[in-house]
T-cell receptor, first 118, second 114 residues
Framework: AQKITQTQPGMFVQEKEAVTLDCTYDTSDPSYGLFWYKQPSSGEMIFLIYQGSYDQQNATEGRYSLNFQKARKSANLVISASQLGDSAMYFCAMREVFYTGANSKLTFGKGITLSVRP | DAGVTQSPTHLIKTRGQQVTLRCSPKSGHDTVSWYQQALGQGPQFIFQYYEEEERQRGNFPDRFSGHQFPNYSSELNVNALLLGDSALYLC?????????????FGQGTRLTVV
């Protein structure tokens, strides 16, 4: 079974600084995908970034980058130049493939609360 | 282009009652998944519908059931509500296989059981 671990307590960062949110995972599947989602107080899960297990380079999406260390089974999210609007819950998730060509469910961690200070 | 829409946004029910939550997927998406998110926790997978059939199910009792309609919209039904069913219920839609973009989520239905 796949498992995502997010153990950081609430994180605080000063506006315009960078912050790293930790995520470790466990799976026996050689092919998997890792996602980070942001959940503001409104409740909607917003996709931030994706990393495939066979991707040669670490993923980047604007101010978001993923520090993927496959051997250590970690996929940390780095947010550069934090903004007040980045204050939210952040979830790391893993894709599990049920069967070829079909959709796959996401297994989520417990999330990390990020607060950006002005 | 409307994203994933869920209704209602909030709901209060009494223990033992039944509830139906609704989800309209993003235009063009054919697969709907439902997740339960308890307060302070990450979402937990309930089940997934594709081609009007339940394709996979998480560790939830039979009190949780669903349906997908020909227009790809979906319903989640919960019978004999328990206090522990109080949570945010999220609907996610996707197309075919789960692309690198990931699933699109709605804003959820917040269910309170009293």
């Amino acid at each position: 079974a796949q498992k995502i671990t997010q153990t950081q307590p609430g994180m605080f960062v000063q506006e315009k600084e960078a912050v790293t949110l930790d995520c470790t995972y466990d799976t026996s599947d050689p092919s998997y995908g890792l996602f980070w989602y942001k959940q503001p107080s409104s409740g909607e899960m917003i996709f931030l970034i994706y990393q495939g297990s066979y991707d040669q380079q670490n993923a980047t999406e604007g101010r978001y980058s993923l520090n993927f260390q496959k051997a250590r089974k970690s996929a940390n999210l780095v947010i550069s130049a934090s903004q007040l609007g980045d204050s939210a819950m952040y979830f790391c998730a893993m894709r599990e493939v049920f069967y070829t060509g079909a959709n796959s469910k996401l297994t989520f961690g417990k999330g990390i609360t990020l607060s950006v200070r002005p | 282009d409307a994203g994933v829409t869920q209704s209602p946004t909030h709901l209060i029910k009494t223990r033992g009652q039944q509830v139906t939550l609704r989800c309209s997927p993003k235009s063009g998406h054919d697969t709907v998944s439902w997740y339960q998110q308890a307060l302070g926790q990450g979402p937990q997978f309930i089940f997934q519908y594709y081609e009007e059939e339940e394709r996979q199910r998480g560790n939830f009792p039979d009190r949780f059931s669903g349906h997908q309609f020909p227009n790809y919209s979906s319903e989640l039904n919960v019978n004999a509500l328990l206090l522990g069913d109080s949570a945010l219920y999220l609907c996610a839609s996707s197309l075919g296989y789960l692309l690198r973009r990931g699933a699109f989520f709605g804003q959820g239905t917040r269910l309170t059981v009293v």
